[in-house]
């Protein structure tokens, strides 16, 4: 997977210790209603577009940029639909981070979905009711907000 500069330049100075990151996750829907999900190439299961911010990047322009990336998709952000807080992650290197999440419901605009990046084995467009069996909980949790968002409401805040 490859790792934004600015968290290689903090890792020489704390090596594997817990890091706080910020970032973001896109839940694309296409014209008929699929949604985009790459095979991650870290732990070989299907997940929503996902990656860490760049200092000083905003958020919606992070979702954007990842799912060109990671997918050859060029999709334009609709919501914010949830913020998340998750567990510490241990990657296999030792590296320790926790995430405070961002999730965007974004709508497809052009593009045909390839694999953009190192980051991903495999994408493709599924429909709501033919998720992969492998698909990750963080990612179910995040379609399901998406798909659930109601404007009149706002985004979904964990308590």
Do not use: K
């Amino acid at each position: 997977m490859p790792v934004p500069d600015f968290v290689l330049e903090l890792r020489r100075h704390v090596g594997t210790a817990p890091l706080w990151l910020s970032g973001v996750s896109a839940v694309v829907v296409d014209p008929d209603g699929r949604i985009l999900l790459g095979r991650r190439t870290d732990t070989g299961r299907w997940a929503v577009v996902s990656g860490i911010l760049d200092p000083g990047e905003q958020p919606a322009v992070a979702a954007v940029r990842e799912v060109a990336e990671e997918t050859g998709i060029h999709a334009e952000v609709e919501s914010l639909v949830s913020v998340h807080s998750g567990e510490e992650i241990t990657y296999p290197n030792g590296d320790r981070a926790s995430y405070l999440d961002l999730t965007f419901l974004c709508r497809y605009r052009s593009g045909q979905a390839r694999v953009g990046d190192d980051e991903s084995l495999e994408v493709g467009w599924f429909r709501p009711d033919g998720l992969p069996e492998d698909l990750q909980e963080t990612s179910r949790q995040r379609i399901a907000d998406a798909l659930g968002y109601d404007p009149a409401v706002g985004p979904r805040f964990i308590r």
